[in-house]
């Protein structure tokens, strides 16, 4: 299993390429960049962390699908792969639609609109001379000039039945938002099927005190419960009666309930037990950590990317990488 390491969306703009060589140092295999509204954009950090650094695969994720044209974005990342062959996974997905909807950007049919997106883009990337007259993209004799030699694996960003299933038909493989668990996993991987890779995002806190973790933890948790993260909960004990991810729908309402008596996130986060934050996160000493990754690579992980918990980036990624000794 790969383990990666996510660039904090919130970290100084000034510190971001010193902390691509700090993870490339400590012995990450990659270096995943988020294009959250409205913190940074996902190619341009892929550039800099991919020209700041010598072997570490950066991963972009994820590009929303609504917010490029197909073309702009097969030219972009047919740069970055030119440049930095074998160096660059491509993330494209649906994007938050509260995001994409404050800028005009959500799709009438987000299902539709990824299908055509992932059908141009491989085209292009792969030197095709491509026209496409789709209900979302429509293109004409788009070619690029130069296609890359190492045309970039393009994973989708998605959640829920629908999407997944989109996901394992046009996919290299998929991108799946913390929390991941090993029940999520194997959710997920009825829906996908064998052969499909699944790279795992999690908050992520690793200290020789098992508390302190969690309370690091604890902080990155607080949006945990919304109703997006419903069928990454769905398949926990703790969630509720819940027969399978593709059932969710109505789920949570132990989990929901917690979330809407706590008032503010942070409440919420804070009183979660313990052994909930267990499984919400990768927590706890090196060997806690290392015992939770070898479950998750068990339960069909083929990638887990940390996103490291804690006020000081740089010191969280150190930890975190004791996990590798």
Not at 185 to 211: K, M, Q
Not at 220 to 236: K, M, S, V
Request: proline share 8%; aromatic share 8%.
């Amino acid at each position: 299993m790969k383990i990666g390491l996510v660039a904090p969306p919130d970290l100084d703009v000034s510190r971001f390429g010193a902390y691509a060589c700090h993870a490339e140092r400590l012995g990450f295999d990659e270096l995943w960049v988020v294009e959250d509204c409205f913190f940074r954009g996902g190619i341009a950090q892929a550039a800099v962390a991919l020209a700041r650094t010598e072997r570490i695969t950066v991963g972009v994720g994820v590009l929303p699908a609504a917010a490029r044209n197909a073309a702009f974005a097969a030219m972009e990342l047919a740069t970055l792969a030119g440049m930095f062959p074998g160096r660059v996974i491509a993330g494209l997905g649906h994007g938050m639609p509260g995001w994409l909807r404050q800028v005009g950007a959500w799709p009438a049919s987000p299902l539709t609109l990824l299908r055509e997106y992932f059908t141009t883009v491989r085209a292009i990337l792969g030197g095709a001379r491509v026209s496409h007259d789709g209900a979302a993209v429509r293109l004409r004799d788009v070619q690029l000039q130069s296609p890359p030699t190492v045309v970039p694996p393009l994973y989708a960003g998605v959640r829920g039945p629908k999407s997944l299933a989109l996901a394992a038909e046009v996919a290299d493989g998929t991108i799946l938002a913390e929390p991941v668990t090993p029940e999520y996993l194997r959710a997920v991987r009825e829906i996908v099927g064998p052969g499909h890779d699944l790279v795992a995002y999690n908050v992520a806190a690793v200290d020789d005190s098992p508390d302190h973790a969690r309370a690091l933890a604890r902080r990155a948790l607080t949006a945990i419960g919304e109703p997006d993260w419903a069928p990454h909960l769905a398949p926990l004990p703790f969630a509720g009666e819940f027969a399978a991810l593709r059932q969710a729908a109505g789920s949570g309402e132990e989990f929901a309930a917690l979330r809407q008596a706590a008032g503010s996130g942070e409440e919420f986060a804070a009183a979660l037990p313990d052994e909930w934050v267990d499984q919400l996160a990768v927590v706890g000493t090196p060997a806690d950590a290392r015992a939770r990754l070898a479950e998750l690579e068990a339960a069909g992980a083929g990638h887990l990317v940390f996103i490291p918990a804690g006020p000081d980036p740089f010191a969280a990624a150190e930890s975190l990488a004791r996990v590798r000794a």
